[in-house]
């Protein structure tokens, strides 16, 4: 039997409920996804309930339906092209005015709509009444309460979107938004010259499509002449003359008319059914503000988030990464004892086992990182954060809002750039985009810790922590030299929203959490899957080595002599012959290993990049470990084990590394070298696919490319050869 199909979209401002409405309603069983053809995340849910297939849609936030950012377009588009079969608003009780914007626009629209006055508990502490007969009765539509974090009322919101979308009624007419007479005059004549010219064809409610012409918007324009052939230039005249009607009695643009009276049609609306008593609750938000965005407390206190926060991922996330690290020894021991040892064991073990052992191992800090993310961004503070840094991102010619996807960029630059998508302008997205791989990811610690642990054994902390302060200091550079140039613009002024504290749900903070590391895993984990196995095959082949001596051979003599030693009697002298024959045959094996690796694929495209790297003083195994370090940073020192170490790395992989690199001729000047270009070059492909999906062009992911890794060599460069005229090594 065919169940009927419901689709309910959800509309709401940012930050009144949706998502937690969403989530009630459809549990986890979620689907996101990208709207097609834009950056914008779309969460759907399909539920069965009620002998129905309800499919929820949960829309972008927004403030209000013109069509200024990518979010109010995606919005807009899905109500009027895809015809949901009710729309619920999901209204903040406790901001009623500032809410109803976007209602009322929701309502000019054709559809039907039901309001969800949400924060109901909110609103009510803060001795708001709202009257929502009055609001079913001035508006035409139905009314209910929620409070989505408790799961009240959401049940009835439900039924009730059901019963509307199945109802036979048609929209209802009566009751929108009202103008006043000379504007409302206007519209009629122009909707009536619309119905008289468009021979049915007209793609929207034919009222609505004439206030959208009348405020000159530019997608109904388009859409317009696609539709309607010859007629739409002419219809584009006709907006033309009404306009200038308009402006000629009003003197202004009738967009800013519309929008005015709009907001007297809200001021009326609240005045009606909108009561607040005398005896409100102390705004316990404006009292906490008053410490946490004072001038002189808020940056100490700020800072000191910031530093908690990167001390509970790293410090509390050593334990859990080391449990991961001893389970991922374990298994790989215990799979190395079950097969025989051919290439598919090889393949098995050093490429995918250890290839993705090295993602998971990162797991725990992701999941705290991001955990504290979303506990900044669900109490509020994050717009604090974003409020205080405003100043200061000021020079570079951004806006506090840039600031959150710099910070969460020292975790990774994916769900960081992503996190642009706040951002309604798209210069300032863009050039955030471009900086914020500067702010150095996670997974370029090891490295760090690896390099500055061996060549700067007593200033290790402070030689990491100046690496992510040039990381800023560039990105900031780098922000003012674009911002004067290619991305040239003012910064538009803008009120940072501060929305109330709130105590955040563990649920949603669960959630958010694991949203953001569940996309980063799988990701992370198919690309690093395929690198390590290709990281893995370049240098295993090619197998039939021609050895400069034969390795074998020499290896088994001095096997041999000491077989006959142990036979020999334990006497003292005996025992040192065999300490220097297993001496030989580890310097054997050692330099066996070497060859081969200078010798396989990957050794080969080494030598080939190494003049390229040379001037910047990196050798043709630190050139490979950064070629490999464009699949994931976290490859890097895995590389860097292959080829300066002995193959067997397995146990205290670190003190061997680091043993191997001293001897190996690198140099301190070199290592910090290395590490800026680590800092700075090309970032991870699952980066770059996001840089291109998030700006959705190739120039721009080209260019961070390129600009990024030149700066890099430049960087390099500079230090390894102006090291060199200070005499330092
Ligand atoms: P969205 O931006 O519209 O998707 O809003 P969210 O669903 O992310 O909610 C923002 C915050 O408001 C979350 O911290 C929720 O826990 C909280 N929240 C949602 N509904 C209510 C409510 O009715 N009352 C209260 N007090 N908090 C709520
Ligand atoms: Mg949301």
Redesign the pocket.
């Known amino acids: 039997m065919d169940r009927e199909k419901i689709r309910i979209a959800l509309a ?10 969403f989530n009630n309603i459809t549990g986890t069983r979620q689907k996101v996804g990208n709207w097609p053809g834009v950056t914008v995340e779309k969460k759907e849910g399909t539920i069965y309930k009620y002998g129905r297939e309800l499919k929820i849609i ?1 829309l972008p ?1 927004t403030y209000s339906l013109t069509p200024f950012s990518i979010e109010e377009i995606v919005a807009r588009d899905f109500i009027l092209e895809e015809h949901p079969d009710v729309v619920i608003d ?1 209204i903040d009780a406790s901001n009623l005015e500032r809410s109803l914007y976007l209602a009322t626009q929701i309502r000019e629209l054709d559809c039907k709509v039901i309001f969800a006055l ?5 609103a009510r502490s803060r001795g708001i009444k709202i009257d929502a007969e009055k609001l079913t009765q001035l508006l035409n539509l139905p009314v209910l309460f ?5 799961n009240e009322g959401v049940e009835d919101l439900l039924q009730k979107a059901i019963e509307v979308a199945e109802s036979d009624n048609q929209i209802p007419q009566t009751r929108r938004v009202k103008y006043s007479k000379d504007i409302e005059k206007c519209i009629h004549n122009f909707k009536e010259f619309l119905e008289s010219n468009a021979d049915g064809n007209l793609p929207y409610n034919a009222r609505w499509t004439a206030i959208k012409l009348l405020e000159d918007d530019k997608i109904v324009k388009r859409r317009i002449l696609q539709k309607l052939g010859v007629n739409g230039p002419k219809i584009l005249e006709e907006a033309k003359t009404h306009r200038s009607h308009i402006m000629s009695f009003f003197d202004e643009e009738p967009e800013i008319i519309l929008t005015d009276e709009r907001y007297g049609f809200i001021a009326g609306i609240v005045k009606e059914v909108m009561t607040t008593s005398r005896h409100r609750r102390v705004d316990i938000s404006r009292n906490v503000d008053l410490v946490l965005t004072n001038r002189f407390l808020g940056f100490p206190i700020f800072f000191f988030f910031i530093w908690a926060m990167f001390q509970l991922t790293f410090s509390v996330g050593a334990y859990p990464m080391e449990w991961i690290d001893s389970g991922i020894n374990a298994f790989s021991g215990f799979l190395a004892g079950l097969l025989p040892p051919n290439l598919f064991r090889d393949l098995l073990l050093d490429g995918i086992v250890a290839g993705v052992g090295s993602v998971i191992i990162f797991l725990p800090n992701i999941l705290i990182l991001f955990f504290c993310i979303a506990l900044f961004e ?1 109490t509020g503070y994050m717009s604090r954060a974003a409020f205080l840094m405003d100043k200061v991102m000021h020079l570079i010619g951004l806006h506090g809002k840039s600031f959150i996807p710099m910070l969460m960029g020292f975790g990774c630059s994916v769900p960081a750039i992503m996190a642009t998508r706040t951002l309604e302008n798209e210069k300032d997205r863009i050039l955030t985009i471009l900086i914020t791989p500067f702010m150095s990811c996670s997974a370029r610690l090891p490295i760090y810790i690896i390099l500055a642990g061996t060549f700067f054994p007593e200033n290790a902390g402070t030689v990491i922590f100046s690496i992510y302060i040039a990381g800023i200091v560039l990105a900031v550079i780098t922000g003012k030299l674009f911002r004067t140039t290619l991305l040239r613009g003012t910064d538009a002024p803008f009120v940072m929203e501060l929305p109330p504290y ?1 105590i ?2 563990v649920k ?1 903070l669960l959630i958010h959490m694991w949203d953001r590391s569940k996309m980063f895993l799988k990701k992370m984990g198919g690309i690093i899957l395929v690198g390590s196995v290709v990281v893995w095959g370049l240098s295993a082949f090619p197998r039939n080595i021609e050895y400069s001596q034969n390795y074998a051979q020499k290896i088994h003599q001095e096997k041999k002599a000491m077989e006959t030693l142990i036979e020999a009697a334990p006497n003292e002298e005996a025992a040192e012959l065999k300490h220097k024959h297993q001496a030989i045959i580890e310097k054997l094996e050692h330099e066996q290993q070497i060859e081969t690796t200078e010798k396989s694929y990957m050794g080969r495209i080494g030598k080939t990049l190494a003049p390229v790297f040379e001037p910047a003083g990196i050798d043709w195994r630190g050139s490979v470990a950064l070629l490999t370090g464009f699949v994931a940073k976290e490859i890097v020192v895995s590389t860097l084990g292959v080829l300066y170490a002995t193959g067997d790395t397995n146990e205290n992989d670190a003190e061997v590394l680091k043993n191997a690199l001293k001897k190996s001729g690198m140099t301190p000047l070199m290592a910090l070298s290395l590490m800026f270009f680590v800092l700075l070059y090309v970032p991870c492909l699952a980066t770059v696919a996001t840089i291109r999906r998030e700006t959705g062009s190739w120039q721009w992911t080209v260019f961070s490319i390129v600009y990024s890794t030149s700066l890099a060599w430049l960087m390099a460069f500079v230090i390894y050869q102006g090291g060199g005229l200070f005499g330092l090594v």
């Open positions: 709401g401002n940012p930050n009144s409920g949706k998502t937690t409405i949960d936030g999901i949400n924060m109901h508990d909110i929620t409070v989505g974090n408790r669900d709130r955040p749900m949603s």
